[in-house]
């Protein structure tokens, strides 16, 4: 049995407790936290919950430690810190700073002959995977990944954080004819307005002004100035009853041309509909553990990506199952 | 530059005369055909056309043979036959066959430390792909695949083989409300009638029967007869100058569930629309010829499958290209 630790215990903690539970090869060892550890109550029973100080006590009884931290300050840190005491695995998804992140990890991990791998998820993860297959296979071609329709956790801070707004959850949605003409072929340019459309869904602190927080919103740069913003204002019970879920999804195309005079055309599409955004990460995150396992165990080091995995090392069946059965 | 050779130039090895041609990294060395090489004429100038069976003289000058022979009697002797001198790589689509075929070439290749890919394609292949990743990540679920719209060679020519047939091409058609009922998540029960039509046009010899002819397509075991099956009957003219073309494609959708009680469904779609279904077949494998070479050249050998393969090996960027711009 692999021995599964979870640094961590948000939605992708419990999330990764949840898929370690559903896999036949693994148990779960830990789980460590900054908190109090009384004060964290897990699902799954007799598995101990530890401080964060006493991980080190813990180094030859994990496998692969699953870090369940935030992109933006835990895991620039956490990651290359417990790559040199255990393999482990992040879902890091701050796209321009997977360089610095990889360089880092790698370091670390090379240090103790561990694995670190990085930016496993969904966009990192597999729509990176579609990205690189679909382009080594239509080298003659154009891109497009779509996100949504789901929450933007990011975008859903933004609002919050506007003066008047007492809670807030903004909707990510790719527009439908933006989609249909990727679909057919037409390869259009599309700017950032044509791809998405942002909807947020806002309750009002007593007394606040509604139209300058929906006009803060919408002028908001970055967030929200680029695109066409629906807000609506709801009161709580609606929120608490309407906007809880954390669903997503999305979309990555490629159109590729090939033939004499690149007379044909081709179009791949790979697409996600989610209901838990959190357990469905998780259920990747715990796939690319049991790489990482084998990966270690055949002597591999250092930081790695879902680029670097034979996509069998995947799966609790063997080779020949995999081949007579899934080939 | 990686050095291919084809052996077989029939569509499939056109296909991939076009493929290399586009690839960057990539020189065609030689096409091997068991016809007089005086009587095949290919597009790439400069390049020899040569007897197979002075094959054995090239053996030092190829990195990759690419196979472009037929699953049903070339590949089960040509790939096992090659492997001991190239590293080869072919599109055996018998998928009851795999494990057959892969002990063979595995055998083979393994004497004179080869490598030998099987079945690379789009199913198997990429589909293949799509299955694994996604059993993998969603492990209780359903698989749902579905092929074309797109022309089925060994339909067409079971039609073809009925006394009064001149010419005729059959269509597979996925069944619009069963993909729906997979995409919404319903998880239904579809037999092999609710899948998939199959229409066929067909143009008759002079005198023929048509009710006749159109009554043995539709009654025709394991071909048609567990299929709702549509027969047009057109004239040469009309069949030449729209039933020609060679576009096929499909879907391949995995319907899972997460959650502590199972209350999340997550659907992963993955599908390829294709203008020619041989020139994206080459397109496939002239990816995973890549992939051989770099294999081979880490030392490994024997047979190995789509399955086998870290994605990052199919693409001509670097693995610090790859990370900073499609992770």
């Known amino acids: 049995m692999i021995q599964i630790g979870i640094l961590g215990y948000g939605n992708l903690g419990k999330g990764t407790e949840i898929a370690v539970a559903q896999a036949p090869d693994m148990e779960l060892a830990a789980v460590f936290t900054r908190r109090n550890p009384d004060s964290v109550k897990i699902l799954t029973p007799n598995v101990p919950v530890v401080n964060v100080s006493d991980m080190e006590n813990w180094k030859d009884k994990i496998d692969v430690l699953i870090i369940c931290g935030g992109s933006a300050t835990d895991l620039p840190v956490q990651t290359p810190q417990y790559a040199k005491l255990f393999n482990v695995i992040d879902s890091f998804d701050t796209h321009a700073k997977i360089p610095e992140h990889f360089a880092n990890v790698d370091a670390a991990a090379k240090e103790t002959n561990h ?3 990085i930016s496993v998820g969904w966009d990192p993860g597999l729509f990176s995977l579609n990205r690189v297959y679909a382009n080594a296979i239509l080298p003659d071609g154009k891109d497009y990944t779509f996100w949504g329709k789901g929450v933007s956790q990011g975008h859903s801070d933004a609002v919050r954080r506007i003066k008047g707004v007492k809670n807030a959850k903004q909707y990510t949605i790719p527009i439908e004819e933006a989609l249909e003409a990727v679909r057919s072929g037409k390869n259009p340019e599309l700017s950032t307005r044509d791809k998405h459309l942002r909807e947020c869904f806002v309750v009002l602190e007593d007394g606040a002004d509604a139209q300058q927080v929906e006009k803060e919103i919408k002028e908001m740069p970055n967030y929200f100035a680029d695109y066409n913003t ?10 608490m009853q309407h906007h809880s879920g954390m669903a997503h999804g999305g979309f990555v195309f490629r159109s590729g041309r090939t033939g004499v005079n690149k007379e044909h055309q081709h179009i791949i599409e790979y697409s996600i509909k989610l209901d838990s955004n959190p357990e469905f990460t998780t259920s990747v995150l715990i796939a690319y ?7 270690h165990d055949e002597g591999q080091c250092g930081c790695k990506t879902v680029l670097d995995v034979p996509p069998a090392y995947l799966c609790t069946q063997s080779a020949d199952e995999l081949r007579a059965h899934f080939l």
Chains 1, 2 share one sequence.
């Open 115 to 117: 694995i670190g791998m």
């Open 230 to 239: 629906i807000v609506h204002f709801i009161d709580e019970e609606e929120f």
């Open 289 to 295: 553990a049991r790489a990482v396992k084998r990966m």
